[in-house]
């Protein structure tokens, strides 16, 4: 069974990111799950499974800053800037933990 996907824009330190969001809302001690995408693709890679997760999980699947419809920074960002991007963005939707899946340079990231 899979689940629909929306949209989700959020502006971290002065740059819009793109995800794509599914299932139920985020709980306090719930289970969030965010798909981290690797190099030269985006979230977009990541929709059967984000599909597939939402129908249980909350599930978000990020563009990193660069990439996909997410803005580009004006300087393109190392693995460690990606990463720092990346927690950014959690803390900016007020994740204080999740369930990390990369792909990639995503599990780089993810460690």
């Not at 995408?37 to 977009?44: F, K, M, T, V």
């Not at 984000?50 to 300087?75: H, N, T, Y």
Request: glycine content about 10%.
């Amino acid at each position: 069974m899979t689940a629909a996907l929306r949209s989700q824009w959020t502006t971290v330190s002065g740059l819009r990111m793109f995800a794509r969001a599914g299932g139920p809302p985020p709980q306090a001690n719930g289970t969030v799950v965010v798909l981290v995408h690797g190099q030269i693709i985006s979230s977009l890679y990541m929709v059967p499974t984000a599909e597939r997760l939402a129908s249980q999980f909350c599930v978000f699947a990020p563009d990193l800053p660069g990439f996909g419809l997410s803005e580009k920074p004006a300087r393109i960002l190392c693995v460690p800037g990606l990463a720092d991007a990346l927690g950014a963005w959690m803390d900016t939707l007020g994740f204080r933990r999740a369930v990390l899946v990369g792909n990639s340079l995503g599990c780089q990231i993810a460690r």
